[in-house]
């Protein structure tokens, strides 16, 4: 399970502890280190076709998500009022994710607000950064997921 181990002035997540392990400031684990999603997927393979279910805790950040659908569109690959948090999570590290989240962003085209008040994201915001990696590390297939239960 994820949970916080430092809080800046402003209340923003410094970094985050995995297991005992510290994620790196640049929100990239050590090579060694699993994603924050392991142990929460499985997925079987028949054919060139794979199907995925997820637990508990990660269906929380996929429902938190619906949050984020609505102008980053529905598998979060972006849409005409969004940018695609896919490729966005490839480009920016765990402390850049929780800044824009809790402080909301103001871009070129538009503004995304922040977040730090909603409960339905701030309750989650562990479990929504684990299942947007997993969908930018292709672990995870866009639509809608199954769970399953330990």
């Not at 076709?49 to 609505?70: E, H, K, M, N, P």
């Not at 920016?92 to 008040?117: A, S």
Request: aromatic share 8%; net charge negative.
């Amino acid at each position: 399970m994820l949970q916080y181990f430092r809080v800046n002035v402003v209340g923003l997540v410094a970094g985050i502890v995995i297991g005992g392990v510290t994620l790196t400031s640049t929100g990239a684990a050590a090579a060694e280190d699993p994603p924050p999603y392991e142990g929460h997927i499985q997925c079987e393979t028949e054919g060139d076709r794979s199907t995925c279910q997820i637990d508990l805790w990660l269906t929380r950040g996929y429902r938190a998500f619906s949050q984020c659908q609505v102008c980053h569109g529905l598998t979060g690959d972006g849409s005409t009022i969004g940018p695609s948090l896919v490729r966005k999570l490839r480009e920016i590290d765990l402390d850049r994710f929780m800044e824009v989240v809790v402080n909301g962003y103001e871009g070129q085209i538009g503004v995304m607000p922040g977040w730090g008040t909603n409960p339905n994201v701030m309750n989650y915001i562990d479990q929504l950064y684990a299942y947007l990696l997993a969908r930018a590390d292709g672990v995870l297939p866009p639509g809608r997921l199954k769970r399953y239960d330990r």
